[in-house]
C-alpha cells in the first residue's frame, strides 16, 4: 500500500513538473491572429477605443491582492498598459511576472476625474502594497486600458 | 412494505458527508483566508528587501543591464527586463523582480513564494482553473444543500425539527435576514 502510494506521488510530482513549463491558457481562447503594438495603442488610443485587439509583450506587474490585472510592457520602452479582467473571470498568478504573455481584449479609453484618480490610485497602491501621493494628482487624466479576455502566458 | 426515508435520509447525509469532507475543509480554510484578504495576502508571501549598489552608469540598455547584473551578483539570465521609466531597471527572475534605481544605486527585491498548499485551496475555491472544476464545484454545492436538508431530518422527537431543531434552524435563518436587514437599512 505504502509503495503504491509513493508511486502515486511520484507520478503527480512528475506530472506537475512537466506542466509546469508549459505555456497556460488564461479565460477564453485567442481568436484574432494580427497583433496589435501596444506602442501604437498608446499612440493613438482614440483610434483602438472599444476595438478588440490581440497584444504580446513581458508581464511587468501582476495583482498580488486577487490576480484581477497584469502590467503588459510595450514594445516601446517607458510604456506598458494595464489588461484589467473582471474579478474571478480570470486569476493571474504572480508567478506570471517576467513572462510573456499573448493576451486578446477590447481597448477602454476613458478620462477620469482628479477624485477618481485619487480613489482609483490608493486602490492599486493598496493592492501593490506601495503608497500613494494624491498631490501627485493634477487633474483629469485619461486611462488607456485593455478589458481582457483571454490570455497565454509562457 | 414501507419506505424508510428517514433511514434513506440518514444513509445520504453520511455517505455525502464522507464525500464532501475533504472540499468542505478546502472551501473552509480557504473561506478563512480568503475572507481576509484585506488584511494578508492569502495565496503568496511576499517579501521587500532593500539593498544599495553603486549607481549605474552605463548609457545603452544592454550596458545598463549587464551592469546592474554585475552589481547585484547575478549570475543567471534574467526572465525579462523592462524599463518603466527612464531612471528604474527591472530585472525579472523566478519568483524574484529586482527593481533598480539608477541614478541612485537603491534596489529594491521583491520576492515571492506561494502559500503551497493554501495557495493550491484558494485557485480550486475561486474556481481559477475553471473548466471541469466549475461542474466539480456545482456538484459540491449541490451536495451542500443536500447535506443542510437531509441534516435538519435525521432526527425526531425532541431534539428532531420539531423540537430543538426548529430553534436552532430559526435561528440560522435569522442570522443572514437579520444582518441583511441591517447591511441594507441602518
Redesign the interface.
Known amino acids: 500500500m505504502k509503495i503504491k502510494f509513493s508511486l502515486f506521488a511520484l507520478a503527480l510530482l512528475i506530472a506537475t513538473l512537466a506542466f509546469a513549463g508549459e505555456e497556460k491558457n488564461y479565460g477564453t481562447d485567442i481568436s484574432l491572429k494580427e497583433k496589435t503594438a501596444i506602442a501604437d495603442i498608446l499612440a493613438s488610443p482614440e483610434l483602438y477605443n472599444g476595438k478588440q485587439v490581440l497584444v504580446e509583450g ?1 508581464v ?1 506587474d501582476v495583482c ?4 484581477c490585472w497584469i502590467k503588459i ?1 510595450s514594445n516601446k ?2 510604456e ?1 498598459i494595464r489588461l484589467k479582467v473582471d474579478d ?1 473571470e480570470i ?1 493571474f ?3 506570471a ?4 504573455v499573448l493576451a486578446e481584449g477590447t481597448v477602454s479609453v476613458k478620462t477620469i476625474s482628479k477624485e477618481d484618480q485619487i480613489k482609483q490610485g490608493e486602490h492599486y497602491a493598496k493592492e501593490e ?1 506601495t503608497t500613494f501621493d494624491p498631490s501627485t494628482v493634477k487633474g483629469p487624466k485619461t486611462i488607456i486600458q485593455i478589458k481582457g479576455m483571454g490570455a497565454v502566458i509562457k | 412494505m414501507t419506505f424508510k426515508w428517514r433511514k434513506w435520509n440518514n444513509i445520504l447525509h453520511r455517505d455525502i458527508g464522507y464525500l464532501i469532507a475533504a472540499l468542505t475543509l478546502i472551501y473552509g480554510i480557504s473561506g478563512l483566508a480568503v475572507n481576509h484578504a484585506a488584511d494578508w495576502n492569502p495565496n503568496y508571501k511576499i517579501e521587500k528587501e532593500f539593498v544599495k549598489i553603486d549607481p549605474i552608469t552605463s548609457t545603452g540598455r544592454d550596458e545598463i543591464v549587464a551592469e546592474a547584473r554585475k552589481r547585484l551578483n547575478l549570475v543567471d539570465e534574467p526572465r525579462n527586463v523592462f524599463r518603466p521609466d527612464r531612471e528604474t531597471l527591472q530585472l525579472f527572475f523566478e519568483g524574484k523582480t529586482y527593481s533598480v534605481d539608477l541614478p541612485t544605486g537603491n534596489v529594491l527585491v521583491e520576492s515571492t513564494t506561494p502559500r503551497r498548499v493554501l495557495f493550491e485551496m484558494n485557485q480550486l475555491h475561486l474556481n481559477a482553473p475553471k473548466k471541469a472544476w466549475t461542474y466539480i464545484a456545482d456538484l459540491y454545492a449541490l451536495s451542500l444543500i443536500s447535506m443542510a436538508l437531509t441534516g435538519m431530518f435525521m432526527l425526531r422527537g425532541k431534539t428532531g425539527i420539531t423540537g430543538r431543531g426548529a430553534w436552532l434552524t430559526a435561528i440560522g435563518v435569522l442570522v443572514p435576514v437579520l444582518y441583511w436587514l441591517y447591511y441594507t437599512f441602518a
Open positions: 513581458p511587468v498580488p491582492e486577487r490576480g510592457g520602452e517607458f506598458s474571478g486569476i498568478p504572480m508567478d511576472k517576467g513572462k510573456n502594497g
